[in-house]
């Protein structure tokens, strides 16, 4: 007796380039919502580094304003804190909008697919 993928390749080949069709369509919305997470975190890692290297040199600036000027002729001596605190609130938002998203691992619906499909081939393969 010949096996039943065979006889659906020999009888009906419409069938099988229809699903491989939606294999590949499926593939390509999976890689786009994949690389769209990359992207997003990509772009909040860029952010927070930028945001680091400007709360540095902000830090950096505003030590050397402390050391130079005494902070009783200061009028706003809170500036030389708060400053270089912004930037990295920011960056710390960044890196939290990195941790608390919680991507599914990228392909979950195409291995669900091919282990149904298999399923299905063991199941028409013992009957």
């Not at 769209?36 to 030590?63: E, F, N, Q, S």
């Not at 200061?74 to 804190?81: G, H, T």
Request: with cysteine; glycine share 4%; net charge neutral.
């Amino acid at each position: 007796m010949i096996h039943p993928l065979f006889f659906l390749i020999a009888t009906r080949p419409q069938l099988l380039a229809d699903h491989a069709e939606a294999y590949a369509e499926l593939l390509a919305t999976e890689l786009g919502q994949v690389s769209a997470a990359w992207r997003r975190r990509a772009l909040l890692y860029a952010v927070a580094l930028a945001c680091l290297a400007a709360a540095a040199v902000l830090a950096g600036v505003a030590l050397m304003i402390w050391a130079v000027i005494p902070v009783a002729t200061m009028q706003a001596p809170w500036a030389l804190v708060v400053v270089p605190l912004l930037p990295m609130a920011v960056a710390a938002g960044c890196l939290l909008a990195i941790r608390s998203r919680v991507d599914a691992s990228g392909f979950d619906n195409i291995q669900q697919h091919m282990k149904a499909d298999l399923a299905m081939l063991r199941e028409v393969s013992t009957s």
